[in-house]
């Protein structure tokens, strides 16, 4: 296995539960403000709204970098009865777009990494550079994770199907993506 894909392996499953441990972090924020909203028994804490948005900022952004990965983003199947290789031709441009907006995150991600890093938020006076940081982050895992998938595809485009793949998939108008 090259070392690419198995460091993109080792990386999207950090990610992975890392997505997990957000979805956990997630709860306890929301709880407490359902249950300050409605009960008298714990006091209204301010801190909480900032530190769920917070997570959902890091929620989208670890989503996205697995998306990328499984190819599980949103898609719109426009020529549903193409060849195989015509299909993995679509895939690569659709994945040189993906790459070209890894950039612009990584570019300007680092940018507004710069901004924020002295920063601290108004509530729960949390360093901003964690929240920040998720930008060029973001950007850079797609590159990784795009990078290894424009080479699978590209080997599609000049070989046909790789090893291991009896038939190709086929799309169907309407179906959408697998989610």
Known sequence: MPVLKRLNALLARVLAALLVLAVGVLVLPVSLQIFSRY????????????????????????????????GSHFEVDVWPRLS??????????????????????TWYGIKFL????NQSSEL??????????????????????????????????????????DKPIERDLGKGSLI
């Open 114 to 117: 710069q901004f924020g890093w």
């Open 84 to 105: 195989f290789r015509a299909n993995a031709l679509l895939s690569v441009v659709s994945m040189l777009f993906v790459l070209v907006f890894a950039l612009v995150f």
């Open 39 to 70: 009960t008298s028994l714990i006091p209204s804490y301010i801190w909480t709204e900032e530190m769920a948005r917070f997570c959902l900022v890091w929620l989208v952004m670890l989503g996205a970098m697995i998306g990328v990965r499984d």
């Open 124 to 165: 729960a006076d949390l360093p901003m550079g964690w929240i920040f940081v998720a930008w060029p982050l973001t950007g850079v895992t797609w590159l990784l994770f795009g990078w290894e998938r424009l080479q699978r595809d590209l080997r599609r485009v000049a070989n046909g199907p790789l090893p291991g793949e």
